[in-house]
């Protein structure tokens, strides 16, 4: 992409109404723009990370198995009434009444739909064990949104649900969801650590949520500083298999990490006191398994290996995807702007020619830009007529993670300037170099 000829709406001024950091930088960055209070629309930068986002979601789902689909964003009521959460769920809920006097609502969530699917489609235990997933926009009619799309009222969610013929293997798919998770964030440089968590409005009981560790965070969370020294690297986990999938459970879920609602002083004073931590997380997803809460009142049955008919167990499972965009800000910027890890980033490398007009300049810039999309890449090339500090301080605060940087004098010595964001270590090497390392650091991610 030619930044002449894109649209990225940068803001000179920090905006007055937002109070952390991440919401002001994509704000400044000209990814988003507010429409009304906590809904927002994606301007293509911002789009563009989200979309990233989105693919490593969908990867990492179908390597565990999972298979997508897409619900609508609007429900109808009487499916809520059938589980019983049409009252219970309260003023969260959005709802609308269509022109024939029928009770809909903008889905906060989609239990009740996927069990209606189930029930409609499925009926042996012999197709089981399933798990359905897709990535829609949400409703939460959240009293305070705030902190931009950390807590918007709506927001894209990926939600999963399985199922299962008992509680065994409804087990093995929250943990196989668990590793799949750890993988998922992991890529997209953030760890999120597991911390078992309430249940609330979902049900069931047991549950984890995600948490990224940052003093902006919502939750208050207490953990055991051994697990933050866990990574789950390149392994390779068989998600078909149950023992796998439980060793890592086992070694995640070993040190205590407790969110405030679950946490528990005596245990926690087992810890030993130097690795005991106490911080403030954002919460990037969540894992439920809730039995039979909605299939039993919804009719969810499957016939058993003895013939019988039992109501399925089922969990669901939740990435926030919007909130994971301000997240991974959360966890890295500095203070130029965004630093985008090179998973999620919105184009691979920028590209800035400190003198448009030279002929050797314009040049370079073009074959570098050529090169790497040939390469299989997403350049952005500054070919703006702009002075060159403008230019910089615009690709800081668009944090893209490497530049190239491209001007009269180094190309005489035969050299560009490659630069990392997040070091702010420059090279002067041949375009060509600059183009093999870029490619080579993209290379398998
Ligand atoms: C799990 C999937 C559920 O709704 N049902 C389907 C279960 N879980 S949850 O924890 O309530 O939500 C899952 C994740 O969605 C994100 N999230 C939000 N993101 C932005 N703004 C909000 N208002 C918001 N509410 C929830 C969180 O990341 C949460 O973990």
Request: aromatic letters at 8%.
């Amino acid at each position: 992409m030619r930044l002449s000829r894109y649209f990225l709406p940068v803001l000179k001024e920090t905006p007055a109404e937002a109070q952390i950091v991440s919401h002001r930088l994509m704000l400044r960055a000209g990814m988003i723009r507010q429409q009304a209070a906590g809904i927002y629309s994606w301007l293509p930068l911002g789009y563009r990370v989200l979309r990233r986002i989105e693919q490593i979601v969908h990867e990492e789902q179908e390597r565990a198995g999972h298979i997508p689909l897409l619900m609508p964003t609007l429900q109808p009521a009487d499916l809520w009434r059938e589980s019983g959460r049409y009252d219970d769920y309260g003023e969260e809920m959005l709802r609308i009444r269509d022109r024939h006097g029928r009770d809909l609502l903008y889905g906060p969530t989609n239990e009740e739909m996927i069990t209606d699917i189930f029930r409609a489609h499925v009926g042996s235990y012999r197709d089981l064990p399933l798990t359905l997933y897709h990535i829609q926009w949400k409703f939460r009619d959240e009293i305070r949104p705030r902190f931009g799309v950390m807590r918007g009222r709506e927001f894209l969610m990926k939600d999963g649900y399985n199922f299962d013929v008992d509680r065994d293997a409804a087990v093995h798919a929250y943990n196989r969801h668990m590793v799949s998770y750890l993988r998922t964030y992991e890529r997209m440089g953030l760890q999120a650590i597991p911390m078992r968590a309430d249940t609330g409005p979902i049900g069931g009981d047991l549950s984890h949520e995600f948490l990224v560790l940052a003093d902006t965070g919502e939750s208050e969370v207490f953990y055991d500083s051994a697990i933050t020294d866990l990574a789950f690297g390149e392994r390779a986990v068989n998600f078909h298999d149950p023992q796998a999938c439980g060793e890592v459970v086992a070694e995640w879920t070993a040190p205590y990490a407790r969110t405030d609602e679950t946490h528990d002083e005596a245990v926690f004073a087992e810890v030993p006191e130097e690795r005991r931590r106490t911080r403030r997380g954002i919460e990037v997803g969540q894992i439920f398994n809730f039995g039979t809460k909605y299939s039993e009142p919804m009719g969810a049955t499957v016939s058993n290996a003895q013939g019988r008919q039992v109501p399925v167990h089922m969990g669901s499972h939740g990435i926030g995807v919007s909130r994971l965009v301000g997240a991974i800000i959360e966890a890295s910027h500095d203070e130029a702007g965004i630093i985008w890890p090179e998973g999620v980033t919105p184009f691979h490398c920028g590209i800035i020619n400190l003198k448009p007009g030279d002929t050797e300049a314009d040049a370079a810039c073009e074959r570098i830009y050529a090169a790497l999309r040939d390469r299989g890449l997403d350049p952005l090339y500054d070919d703006r007529e702009e002075r060159a500090g403008a230019k910089f301080a615009t690709m800081d605060l668009i944090g893209l993670p490497w530049r190239i940087t491209v001007g009269p004098r180094g190309l005489k010595a035969g050299t560009v300037e490659l630069t990392s964001r997040r070091t702010g270590e420059a090279e002067e090497i041949s375009p060509e170099a600059a183009i093999d390392r870029v490619a080579a650091i993209y290379d398998g991610l």
